[in-house]
């Protein structure tokens, strides 16, 4: 079984950087997923997007981050990784890493780090 494991959250401060990283684990690596991204979930709204893209594609930014965030991967080292500058107090949510099955679209979820941005 595939897992998505994030880790590096934290506090930030105010205009601050941030980078987080989303290790996949067990039995596949990044080339099991046909589409991979970061999403985000604040206290009482929906969960929304960061950004996310296909192997190899194009990766699309949610217009809160437009800017701001990039999501890079490393297929050597099975890493999908989120950098985000200029951090605001909005940005603070749980943050979660995303994958599609290559095989049959079925989602796999990581259990999501917590992103505190405050002085």
């Known amino acids: 079984q595939v897992q998505l494991v994030e880790s590096g959250g934290g506090l930030v401060q105010p205009g601050g950087s941030l980078r987080l990283s989303c290790s996949v684990a067990?039995?596949?690596?990044?080339?099991?997923?046909?589409?991979m991204g970061w999403y985000r979930q604040a206290p009482g709204k929906q969960r929304e997007l960061v950004g996310a893209?296909?192997?190899?594609?194009?990766?699309v930014y949610g217009d809160s981050v437009k800017g701001r965030a990039t999501v890079s991967r490393d297929s050597a080292k099975n890493v999908l990784a989120l950098q985000m500058i200029n951090m605001k107090p909005e940005d603070s949510a749980v943050y979660y890493c995303?994958?599609?099955?290559?095989?049959?679209?079925?989602?796999?979820w990581g259990q999501g780090t917590q992103v505190t941005v405050s002085s």
């Open positions: 995303r994958g599609v099955s290559a095989g049959d679209d079925s989602e796999v």
């Open positions: 067990g039995t596949g690596n990044m080339f099991s997923f046909s589409r």
């Open positions: 893209g296909t192997n190899g594609g194009r990766t």
